[in-house]
């Protein structure tokens, strides 16, 4: 199992191996050497079934003219010879997942490899390169639960590097090992420097630990509603709600109620008023959105665009959703590659607007001055 960790290390620290091509040679003269990158992220998002959509971004600091004219070259070299980076990678990945299949004695494969590279802003301005991947059968689930973890044991996290292993909406953490550096619901964070035993890491998930109310619990609670209820009408026919509750006090209520007019309207005209209301309700009012807590991340940004007239800053955005920069450019990232929106510079700062924003328009989207 700890070869296998090692492995996967020494494969994803020369992942960036570039083809002799006259942007390797200008990106610093690495052709036919690995890419030393100031920060490399791996993520895997395990799926119910045990397969995980894996990223891995390589982020390299572009602090002068020199090193962001070389990702430029860098990047219009992916883009135009993608196929060589994605086999190169895929290659080295499926070498990955046939150690991590004979260490586990579960099938499986590397599939759907892409690649992209961008100029993104954390704080500062990075060069990133992103390779994207599905590893069929990484985890074992059955039976409501999900273990994850041991296609990767024994693997070393060196200084500049992060793992996260994260788990669908719904599952619930029972175990997860080591201890974590960060944690959410969902997800797991490990960062370098770090070695992780022969059992490690491990994380452990299972059904319906989250995500809403469980049937059984929202059961309960409209029986206990109606156990009140039926307490509250018994107690107030009884007159343990400031009255004696003998025969003659009710008789004498009788007698008023029957003297006096009767103020409610008929069943049929109650029933006229509420049709009248719930269409004027329904023709008037517009949906209510779903609770924040009801969004995905996805969801979350797109209905705060929208809200702010198709163009928000990301500084914003993340200052809105009370996120970190890292996961703000990761989840708009996500939205660009699909074509949910798109990203632009004014200044210093990055802008997010839909696709069919009318980007002749220069002014602040959030009305602030820039050159303030």
């Given amino acids: 199992m700890r070869g296998t960790g090692r492995l996967l290390a020494v494969l994803l620290a020369v992942a960036l191996v570039l083809p002799a091509t006259a942007a390797g040679a200008a990106f610093g ?22 397969d995980a959509q894996w990223r891995v971004a390589y982020r390299i600091r572009l602090d002068d003219e020199n090193a962001t004219q070389a990702f430029e070259e860098l990047q219009a070299d992916v883009q135009a010879n993608r196929s060589a980076y994605t086999d190169r990678f895929g290659d080295r990945m499926a070498r ?61 996290l060196d200084g500049e590097t992060s793992l996260t292993i994260a788990w669908p909406d719904g599952y619930a953490a029972e175990q997860v090992t080591p201890q974590p550096d960060d944690r959410t619901n969902t997800s797991a964070t490990w960062r370098g420097q770090q070695q992780f035993g022969t059992d490690e890491p491990r994380v452990v998930t299972a059904q319906g630990g989250g995500g809403g109310l469980s049937p059984v619990l929202v059961g309960g609670v409209v029986v206990a509603v109606l156990a009140l209820a039926v307490a509250a009408f018994t107690a107030r026919r009884d007159g343990l709600f400031g009255g004696d ?60 665009l929208r809200e702010n007239g ?63």
Wanted: aromatic content about 4%; proline content about 5%.
């Fill in 245 to 304: 509750g003998d025969s003659e006090g009710d008789t004498a209520d009788a007698a008023t109620t029957a003297a006096a007019p009767d103020p409610s309207p008929t069943a049929e005209q109650a029933t006229e008023s509420e049709s009248a209301v719930d269409s004027t309700t329904e023709a008037d009012q517009p949906p209510a959105d779903p609770p924040a807590d009801l969004l995905s991340n996805e969801e979350q940004v797109l209905k705060l």
């Fill in 96 to 156: 990955t997942a046939r150690a991590a299949e004979n260490a586990t004695g579960r099938s499986m494969t590397v599939e759907n490899v892409t690649v992209t590279a961008r100029e993104e802003t954390f704080g500062q301005t990075y060069g990133v390169i992103t390779y994207r991947f599905r590893w069929t059968n990484f985890a074992v689930a059955e039976n409501g639960r999900i273990e994850a973890g041991d296609a990767l044991a024994g693997l070393f």
């Fill in 310 to 372: 198709g163009r928000i800053k990301q500084q914003r955005v993340a200052s809105e959703l009370d996120w970190t920069a890292a996961k703000t450019s990761q989840v708009i990232g996500g939205l660009r590659d699909e074509g949910e929106l798109e990203t632009f510079r004014i200044g210093r700062e990055n802008v997010v607007t839909f696709p069919d924003t009318d980007l002749t328009e220069t002014d602040d989207p959030d009305g602030e001055d820039d050159a303030a």
């Fill in 29 to 50: 003269g690495l052709a036919q050497q690995s890419v030393d990158p100031d920060v490399v992220l791996m993520t895997a998002d395990v799926e119910a079934d045990g």
